[in-house]
């Protein structure tokens, strides 16, 4: 984790870099947005910056969205001052950090901005296979393809194969190709030159040169267009970028790790994937088996976010009941150990006192499980309204594989577990959880959804009378808001491409429809 810090924070410069350094973190700084503006842009890498209040945040936050270059900002000031954090929240600061620094507050913020998480919690023998497999190939330079479905660890093993590797000192640099734009993507992997298209007021070099020696993840890479998959492979096999607006090829040292949750193979056979660029990246596969292919995992995992959400809510000990955890062992989880830690975080909401039995573990709806296995779903009324944590990178094990044996693979030297982002400030907009039902509204949503659940003549009759374009409108809507606008998740629910949706809700946003501001990890798809 990279902590840029801009300007002097009130005179507590040295003391806030020493709680970031003490928790993990490489700490640099500068004087200036300027300063900051040239260290971003030479890709000097940054995974945070933390700026002076005092400093103008809403022009720093204008040139970095018009450079853009996608970074949380958070802005620091004396604590008293709440107009100053007012405007900088405003301006699009991620968080308003009170002065004097507080040790807790900042590791907090420095795990729930940069979505830091980091152990992989594993005791199941087929996933203790993988990780041997994963580590078996971590040494070597080759490239790898991670595939799994949405949610099984595809970051988290690529962030584990890095450490292992002999970049590990290095930088590991990751890029959603699904959440980032076409047009966007381009400059974010190979950077642009100063006036390569308006808003390019200076070079920027982009993620390959970040990586340089590195690892770089190109998560999602199913989504990447064809234009670009050209170019990519271009770099792979020329070893060299050529940033935009540039006819200067720059060399770069880059271990490509790529991720896909689609069959890249089928992706290939109907012609949307090149099938050279599949086969330079394809040189080792590493599967990562969904939860329910290891069941054995499912309470090992499910105690661990069950301890760290509740440590993050200051609410004690927590254990689940053998009720609770049968009902965990019964469930289909689509969503994988993602769908299992949000379930975790809201039983911890929901319990009271150390136990927490079935009443507690509101799965996903109904809809989402196979035939005929009964549990409880998620009432329109439930008090569960905070937002869970999204997907997060994470720093992963220096520790040896033990075949066999029970295992949490901790961060080396990362930040610690026990910091969630419920644990440092109210939720931003009092939005429903990924999977609650809506707060308001969204009737046609709900009788779409009555109706799948059921495919009662009920449900279908609701919709009689309505247009397919506008329960579909309804339902995309509605769906992308259950996932705090998270457009990979809700892509992934409604079964439809992540470009795709983003169509969908450009047609939307055309017509003057509300649609839900983009996750916290897709702020470069706005
Ligand atoms: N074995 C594990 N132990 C602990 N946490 C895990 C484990 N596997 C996944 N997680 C957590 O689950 C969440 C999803 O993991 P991750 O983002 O790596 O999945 P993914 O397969 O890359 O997801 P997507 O398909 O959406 O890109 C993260 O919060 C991650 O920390």
Redesign the pocket.
Known sequence: MRLLIVGTLEGYITAAGKIAMKRGAKVSHTDSIEGALTALRAAAGADLVMIDVKLDIATFIDSLKSERITIPVVACGIGTDAAAAVRAIRAGAKEYLPLPPNAELIAAVLEAVAEE??????SDPA?LATLRLAEQVAPSDASVMIT???????????RFIHRKSRRANEPFVAV?CAAIPENLLESELFGHEKGAFTGAVARRLGKFEEANNGTLLL??LSEMHPRLQAKLLRAIQEKEIDRIGSSQPVKVNVRLIA?S?RNLEAEVRSGNFREDLYFRLNVFSVA?PSLRERPA?IPM?AE??LKKYAEANGLGDKRLTEDALLMLKAHHWRG???EL?NTMHRAVLLSRGEEVGPEAIMLTSKMLAPEGSAQASIPSDSPVANPF??????VPAAAPVQPAAPLVVPPQGGLPTSYGPTSYGPPKGGKPGPYGMPANGGAAAAAAAASANSGSAAGLAALIGRTVADVERDLILETLTHCLGNR??AA?ILGISIRTLRNKLKQYGDEGRSVPAPGNDERATA
């Open positions: 998480s980091h152990s992989i919690v594993c996933m799994g479905e949405s949610g099984t660890g595809k970051e988290l093993m690529a959603n998560d999602e991720t949750n990562i995992d995992i661990h976010f994988n150990v993602r830690e944590a999204g997907p997060g990178g994470t990979t998740h992934n």
